[in-house]
């Protein structure tokens, strides 16, 4: 099912910044991670080609016989030329550390084992000849051998180097290589997060600074309202920014030059309309005068001078609100005694609807800043509504209460269940519910937008509060300071 573009996201999404900063984090990450894998294998392959050139070169026991003649080792397979601890001095031509695990293997042409070192392992035999079975010929063909074989100590790197004379071995424990890289890979370890947080933070900064003319133009926007079209946002440096920034400006001109033409339009014809609605309203009060006092005519003009009265009323309230809309509604600020103005208006509600219940906690003494007379409209037309649409027998609660700073009255009445749309629409202008629509009830809708603007006129609000099913609340919040 494809999703309304009203309706609320499935699940919430990330800010722009904060994925801007996890992918940058991420693809870092990626990297880091590829150029240690990489740069780990390069590493231990450098030091394992170093390690196979040096057992390729290594020959504690090599010496030169006389000129041209470079013997291996043993003339004739004697053991007492192997020198004392052979080890370390192979370790110390190997690079390694003294106690590092090397091995040492000596076979002579007639296969007898010349020296075998104590920690030669039993699982490289297999790579060295037996005794009895040496091969001159094929061993010079295998002259340079190299081969990896794993013991339970670890894995071992054996060269096997032949000559006429015979076949030395030569193995190395590459443990102290794997430990070397182990190292590494901590370092790894421990740097790479590092890394990924300063460019994650760093990514967040940058973000933030990037994203920054996008903030001042979402605020400059949220700042443009009916009042302040005129308003033009200033151009930005950034090449990017700049085509939105004049076609939102452009767009601020078109809206501006609709709305004026607008209310000039609703203004005027409400203008327009008061003096021949106010003569016809004198001639028809005129006219029933000179009729007979219960005859036809006089109720047939009765009907049409209340006619010209609800004409009247619709005009005065359309010129209050275009008033409002192009910021011109005249408020005559002075100390209003709010709470006898509530109090009045709940007097006229008993006479309006005597069968409601009706229950009122009304702080004494509350004074608001603004215009008394509109202000007397704004709580007339909510009582007025609370009392037209409630239910047979209900009930009205109202409630007034002040701080320092604002006054609160809370208005609620029994109704029938509003739906989701209704709640929505409630301050629209010439909505009228369905409950409206099936009761025989005077209204076009216009009365609660007309109170709405009003009390923002005056620095406050009017809203609807969130309430149980069949209840209706409304809240007024007025200044109550009119310095």
Do not use: C
């Not at 170093?50 to 390729?56: E, F, G």
């Not at 006219?287 to 047939?300: H, L, N, P, R, W």
């Not at 010439?430 to 209204?443: C, H, I, Q, S, V």
């Amino acid at each position: 099912m494809n999703q309304s573009p009203n309706d609320p996201p499935s699940r919430k999404q990330l800010s722009l910044r904060l994925r801007l900063a996890l992918w940058s984090a991420a693809l870092a990450g990626g990297a880091l991670l590829g150029f240690a894998l990489l740069s780990g294998w390069l590493i231990y392959q450098a030091k394992l080609d170093s390690l196979d050139a040096r057992l390729q070169s290594a020959g504690p026991l090599a010496r030169s016989g006389g000129p041209g003649d470079r013997r291996t080792f043993f003339p004739g397979g004697d053991r007492g030329d192997v020198p004392a601890d052979p080890e370390s001095a192979l370790a110390r031509e190997l690079g390694l550390p003294d106690d590092a695990e090397v091995g040492l293997l000596l076979i002579n042409r007639a296969g007898e084992v010349v020296y075998q070192s104590p920690q030669w392992p039993a699982t490289l035999n297999p790579v060295t000849p037996r005794p009895g079975r040496f091969d001159g010929d094929r061993l010079r063909q295998r002259s340079r051998h190299l081969i990896t074989v794993r013991s339970a100590d670890g894995p071992w790197r054996v060269a096997v180097r032949t000559t006429p004379l015979g076949q030395m071995a030569i193995a190395a424990n590459l443990s102290a290589l794997r430990q070397e890289m182990a190292t590494l890979r901590r370092i790894y370890a421990l740097t790479i997060p590092g890394l990924l947080l300063a460019i994650g933070g760093g990514a967040w900064v940058l973000a933030g600074q990037a994203l920054r003319p996008v903030r001042q133009l979402s605020q400059s926007m949220s700042q443009v309202t009916a009042q302040g079209l005129h308003q033009r946002l200033p151009a930005d440096p950034d090449l990017e920014f700049a085509p939105l920034i004049t076609a939102f400006n452009a767009m601020l001109e078109r809206l501006e030059r609709s709305f004026h033409q607008a209310s000039r339009f609703s203004g005027d014809a409400a203008h327009e309309l008061k003096t021949p609605l106010t003569i016809l309203q004198g001639e028809l009060e005129r006219a029933i005068q000179q009729v007979e006092t219960g005859s036809a005519a006089q109720q047939t003009l009765g009907q049409l001078l209340d006619q010209v009265h609800q004409l009247s009323s619709i005009v005065r309230k359309l010129l209050l609100l275009s008033l409002a809309d192009a910021g011109q509604m005249s408020i005559q600020r002075q100390p209003v005694d709010f709470s006898a103005l509530v109090q009045d208006q709940l007097e006229d509600l008993s006479l309006l609807a005597p069968e409601l219940a009706v229950s009122a906690e009304i702080e004494p003494e509350v004074v608001v800043a603004g215009d008394r007379d509109l202000l007397r409209q704004v709580v007339q037309n909510l009582i007025t509504n609370a009392a037209k649409y409630n239910q047979p027998q209900g009930w009205v609660q109202v409630q007034l209460q002040s701080n320092p700073s604002q006054a609160h009255l809370t208005i609620a009445n029994a109704t029938t269940s509003l739906t989701t749309t209704e709640a929505s629409r409630l301050f629209d202008r010439f909505y009228r519910g369905k409950t409206a629509r099936d009761r025989p009830t005077e209204g076009l809708g216009l009365g609660l937008s007309l109170a709405r603007e009003i009390a923002r006129a005056h620095g406050g609000d009017l809203v609807l509060t969130p309430s149980p099913p069949d209840e209706a609340s409304f809240s007024l919040y007025l200044p109550t300071s009119y310095s």
